[in-house]
């Protein structure tokens, strides 16, 4: 998982930082914009992967540099290229009327180790995560639906295949049980790499696209999603309107791929069961009604998503560094999620719902969304 960047997180106070790292943000301002002046500014804190910068201009305008590491950083497997995706994942979202920031530049990578770097306009307001004590609960239902519509808006976007958008071979396929079944061996050798131990044997978690094949074969169009829209990456801020607060912008898209809309609910909040809160799936509702959280095959991904994104939690671990206090809740809590969805898969599985079992019950949104064809994708499309 990423952490929001916004105002409220910037350290205000703090020295500026190093000055060869602000000058290096001022010179990539004025590669992208031209000729602005640079006001101010300060390092972001919060993000677990990319560096963050806040840019001040002359103009009045806030804007958002993001850096990647440096090529050799400790990383998970499907790790590179993530602006790249964030800059497709935040276009295609605006294309959709979801609110996302606007994308400003995107730099690739370059020879002699220049780094990829993305430039976004800053969303002004304070995350969801920040403000959550605060909101009450007429306020926190009125949310929970501004948001179940734009995710559903966000999963209307079609990709030219399914999996991971950037250029790892193996994490794409041209259906869903092949890209989901990369994405999970990846992140299973991710764990053998960085020596993290799983509370299952591995063999017994790779089998489980083929087990539940059915299951994600009713998966038959690749949706835009998030995968990382928590509390902590969604942005609030005052409802001109109708006074009080109003959703202002789902923000780090760095984890998106094309795949299953049903998927967006377990990154909605990795701990628990969006699918069973009302406020959510009505405003979701709203613009997609064909969702289908209740069959056997819909409740089979879920709990194959929650897997995956507590694998994906738990072995991340090892190259962040996180304080031995939050490793070991997180070691544990994992253990206990993937113990947990195990147990609710073998509960389906033992009525049908395997390979061949599953009850038809497509979860997505009906119709093709706008997309966006990268170079060379049809040649990686497996």
């Known amino acids: 998982m990423t952490t929001a960047l916004t105002e409220g997180q910037a350290g205000a106070g703090r020295p500026e930082g190093d000055r060869a790292a602000r000058e290096l943000a001022e010179r990539r301002v004025r590669q992208a914009l031209g000729a602005v002046e640079v006001v101010g500014g300060r390092a972001l804190r919060g993000g677990l992967y990319n560096s963050v910068r806040l840019v001040e201009l002359a103009d009045g305008r806030r804007l ?6 440096p090529a050799d950083a400790p990383a998970l497997t499907h790790e590179q290229g993530l602006l790249d995706t964030e800059r ?10 979801a609110p996302v920031p606007a994308v400003l530049h995107h730099e690739p990578a370059g020879p002699g180790g220049a780094g990829e770097w993305l430039l976004l306009e800053h969303l002004d307001g304070r ?8 909101l009450t609960e007429d306020q926190r239902m009125l949310l929970r639906g501004q948001l179940g519509a734009a995710v559903a808006r966000i999963a209307g976007a079609t990709g030219p295949r399914f999996g991971y958008p950037g250029p790892v071979p193996g994490l ?21 790499r960085f020596g993290v131990t799983l509370p299952v044997p591995s063999a017994v978690l790779a089998a489980l696209p083929v087990r539940f094949g059915g299951a994600l074969a009713e998966v038959r169009r690749p949706a835009l999603v998030h995968f990382d829209a928590w509390e902590g990456n969604l942005v609030l801020t005052p409802d001109p309107v109708h006074g009080g607060l109003r959703l202002g912008g789902l923000i780090d898209g760095e984890r998106a791929f094309f795949g299953d809309p049903l ?3 377990v990154g909605l909040d990795p701990l628990g069961s969006p699918e069973d809160d009302p406020g959510l799936m009505a405003g979701y509702r709203s613009v997609a009604p064909g969702l289908r959280t209740d069959t056997a095959g819909a409740r089979a991904r879920l709990a194959l998503y929650r897997i995956h994104l507590a694998l994906v ?4 671990s090892a190259p962040r560094g996180y304080a031995p206090e939050h490793t070991a809740w997180l070691l544990s809590w994992s253990a206990d999620r993937i113990t947990e969805q195990l147990a609710v898969l073998d509960g389906l599985a033992a009525g049908g719902t395997e390979a061949g079992g599953a009850e038809a019950g497509v979860s997505e949104p009906g119709g093709n969304g706008p997309g966006e064809t990268r170079p060379g994708a049809a040649a990686a499309g497996g």
Request: aromatic fraction near 8%.
């Open 64 to 69: 958002v540099l993001k850096a990647a590491p």
């Open 127 to 134: 995350t969801w995560d920040e403000l959550r004590d605060s």
């Open 88 to 97: 497709l994942f935040h276009r295609l979202a605006a294309a959709t009327g």
């Open 172 to 192: 794409q396929g041209a259906d869903w049980p092949t890209a989901f079944a990369g994405m999970l061996a990846a992140v299973l050798a991710d764990a053998e």
């Open 263 to 265: 998927a967006e609910l």
């Open 313 to 316: 939690m738990r072995v991340e």
